[in-house]
């Protein structure tokens, strides 16, 4: 499985960006959709989780009322909202899935390339 971010870019504090997500094969179902995002010189945190049996969503504590995510399992994609945005967002923002062949048990984990958000005060 493949995926492909795209919706990064320059934007000044308070404006929004979206973020998208496609996974790409065949023969898999999806476990989860998740996205992450790295800060120079920090650690990459976990910023929104979609739970693709019940289609839970859940966003990091410090970003609900910003920041939501969203998905399409049908058609394999996911998305990230990004409102009112603030210079700490700055990071590179990946995808991330989980998924399984059918009839398979195992759960495996695709990132994307990382898309880079960068916002100026």
């Known amino acids: 499985v493949q995926l492909q971010a795209s919706g990064g870019g320059l934007v000044q504090a308070g404006g929004s960006l979206r973020l998208s997500c496609a996974a790409s094969?065949?023969?898999?179902?999806?476990?989860?959709m998740n996205w992450y995002r790295q800060a120079p010189g920090k650690q990459r945190e976990s910023v929104a989780t979609?739970?693709?049996?019940?289609?839970?969503?859940y966003v990091a504590d410090s970003l609900q009322g910003r920041f939501t995510i969203s998905t399409d399992y049908a058609k394999k994609m996911m998305y990230l909202q990004m409102n009112d945005l603030k210079p700490e967002d700055t990071a590179v923002y990946f995808c991330?899935?989980?998924?399984?062949?059918?009839?398979?048990?195992?759960?495996?984990?695709?990132w994307g390339q990382g898309t880079q958000v960068t916002v100026s005060s």
């Open positions: 991330n899935v989980r998924w399984r062949y059918y009839g398979r048990t195992f759960v495996r984990e695709s």
């Open positions: 979609s739970s693709g049996g019940d289609i839970r969503n």
């Open positions: 094969g065949s023969g898999f179902t999806i476990e989860a």
